[in-house]
Antibody
Framework: EVQLVASGGGLVQPGGSLRLSCAAS????????MHWVRQSTGKGLEWVSG???????YYPGSVKGRFTISRENAKNSLYLQMNSLRVGDTAVYYC????????????????WGQGTMVTVSS | EIVLTQSPGTLSLSPGERATLSCRAS???????LAWYQQKPGQAPRLLMY???SRATGIPDRFSGSGSGTDFTLTISRLEPEDFAVFYC?????????FGGGTKVEIK
């Protein structure tokens, strides 16, 4: 069974840090570009980071310099290090993946995890 | 950054009716790189369509996608009870991905 299981969410104060993890199984993880997507309560989807099969990373301006995505293919694992957290970062964070195309050309996401909740509040 | 605007925000329809959802981009999107996702309450999104008009694995043929340039459409030919959900478009195929704001298809 193809599966992504996200973990590591929780309550953190503004300015704090948190590291999310995502464990993959049931597919060839190293053949997939992987991503984190977040969703605030009652709101839409926002892509927050991506990493290619070669370890190339991609970020939107809203998180660039604060968030770092990484992967460990030997452990079939994806990570998101989040620093300098803000109240506006509060959301459910999903890990997702799409088959690799070519470097710099990211694919649609055909695999999604169940999400982990991050709450930034004092 | 390509901004995607979806309309309408909410579509109220009955089972058996046809649903037409729009996704408009702020600049041209290669037709190879426009996707649609369905999300039900409490669930992760699910890929419906990719490459504008290709159905993902297991997606029934009542779902179809069309469009080019800046205007794209998702059509559900006859709504089934399980189709009522929120739908998002996404442009990909570059190093900066964006989603539309979503269209909720609700039971009338």
């Amino acid at each position: 069974e193809v599966q992504l299981v996200a973990s590591g969410g929780g309550l953190v104060q503004p300015g704090g840090s948190l590291r999310l993890s995502c464990a993959a199984s049931g597919f060839t993880f190293s053949d997939y570009d992987m991503h984190w997507v977040r969703q605030s309560t009652g709101k839409g989807l926002e892509w927050v980071s991506g990493i290619g099969t070669a370890g190339d990373t991609y970020y939107p301006g809203s998180v660039k310099g604060r968030f770092t995505i990484s992967r460990e293919n030997a452990k079939n694992s994806l990570y998101l290090q989040m620093n300098s957290l803000r109240v506006g970062d509060t959301a459910v964070y999903y890990c997702a993946g799409g088959p690799h195309l070519v470097r710099g050309v990211l694919n649609a996401f055909d695999i999604w995890g169940q999400g982990t909740m991050v709450t930034v509040s004092s | 950054e390509i901004v995607l605007t979806q309309s309408p925000g909410t579509l109220s329809l009955s089972p058996g009716e046809r649903a037409t959802l729009s996704c408009r981009a702020s600049q041209s999107v290669s037709s190879s790189y426009l996707a649609w996702y369905q999300q039900k309450p409490g669930q992760a999104p699910r890929l419906l369509m990719y490459g504008t008009s290709s159905r993902a694995t297991g997606i029934p043929d009542r779902f179809s996608g069309s469009g080019s340039g800046t205007d794209f459409t998702l059509t559900i030919s006859r709504l089934e009870p399980e189709d009522f959900a929120v739908f998002y478009c996404q442009q990909y195929g570059s190093s900066l991905l964006t989603f539309g704001g979503g269209t909720k298809v609700e039971i009338k």
